[in-house]
């Protein structure tokens, strides 16, 4: 079940980029946010009561990993959603969520060559995807202006607000 909810907000927001200009905005929305709270909520998650128990309790390490993964990919989301959307804020969402969504690749890997369980590997590739796309598009925003005020087209603090006055 939450495989097939993943995969259906996933082809939501492909569909919704797709009508971008028509009315896909609103559900490109809905769909990213949806993905967002999905992992989210996903880092919180207890394993199901039907799936086989592993067969050492997970670590401390293995806890936090998983739950960076999960809120770092959710970060990630959200920030593809503001870039897509041209909505302020999306660099530091892109940069934060796709460093910490591709930093927790590798420890899993790792576990996953030990226990050779599925699901680690799944979860390496889908931090893979989310983490990457996030920091491909971080690199594709301009450059941050520089206003000495906060305030783009006022004048620098100090100097007069117009210069079309000659000078005596």
């Given at each position: 079940?939450?495989?097939?909810?993943?995969?259906?907000?996933?082809?939501?927001?492909?569909?919704?980029y797709?009508?971008?200009?028509l009315?896909?905005?609103?559900?490109l929305?809905?769909?990213?946010?949806?993905?967002?709270?999905?992992?989210?909520?996903s880092?919180?998650?207890?394993p199901?009561?039907?799936?086989p128990?592993p067969?050492s309790?997970?670590?401390?390490?293995?806890?936090?990993?998983?739950k960076?993964?999960?809120?770092?990919?959710?970060?990630?989301?959200?920030g593809i959603?503001?870039?897509?959307?041209?909505?302020?804020g999306?660099?530091?969402?892109?940069?934060?969520?796709?460093?910490?969504?591709?930093?927790?690749?590798l420890?899993?890997?790792?576990?996953?060559?030990?226990?050779?369980?599925?699901?680690?590997?799944?979860?390496?590739?889908?931090?893979?995807?989310?983490?990457?796309?996030?920091?491909?598009?971080?690199s594709?925003?301009?450059?941050?202006?520089h206003?000495p005020n906060?305030r783009p087209?006022?004048?620098?603090t100090g100097?007069p607000a117009t210069?079309d006055?000659?000078?005596?």
């Open positions: 079940m939450k495989k097939h909810l993943e995969l259906l907000l996933i082809g939501l927001a492909l569909v919704g797709g009508l971008l200009h009315w896909g905005g609103q559900l929305t809905v769909a990213l946010l949806g993905l967002a709270t999905y992992y989210f909520l880092a919180f998650q207890r199901a009561p039907d799936q128990a067969a309790p997970p670590g401390l390490t293995t806890i936090i990993l998983r960076i993964g999960w809120i770092g990919s959710s970060a990630a989301v959200v959603l503001y870039f897509l959307r041209h909505w302020p999306s660099g530091p969402l892109l940069a934060v969520g796709g460093c910490s969504a591709l930093m927790t690749t420890p899993v890997l790792l576990q996953y060559l030990k226990s050779q369980d599925r699901r680690l590997l799944m979860a390496a590739l889908r931090a893979v995807l989310v983490g990457g796309l996030a920091l491909a598009l971080f594709q925003l301009p450059p941050p202006s206003q906060g087209g006022a004048p620098p100097l210069t006055t000659v000078p005596a």
